[in-house]
């Protein structure tokens, strides 16, 4: 596995366990530890998305940016092809 893979799996492992310890924290109200664990897990779970957000979107531009310069690319030849045919015929 490469580190963004094992970043994601962490970040999906976190939001589990945010979820599970929202759960048990309202059926178990009387032990305020897990409420704590969870407000802190919370605000792990938002500063670690944040990370891979800013991490991947310059990966998602890339994608983006070089999928519109190759449909501009084939546009451009498709429109040349049509002058050309319409110069032949």
Known sequence: MEEDEYFQVFV??????VFLTGLFGMIFKQYSIILSIHTISSIAVVFFLAIHIFVFKKKIC???????????KLKKE???????LKIDS
């Open 62 to 72: 890339y994608s983006l940016r070089s999928h519109a310069h190759n449909a501009n």
């Open 78 to 84: 498709s429109s040349e092809k049509k002058k050309r």
């Open 12 to 17: 999906l492992g976190l939001i589990f366990e």
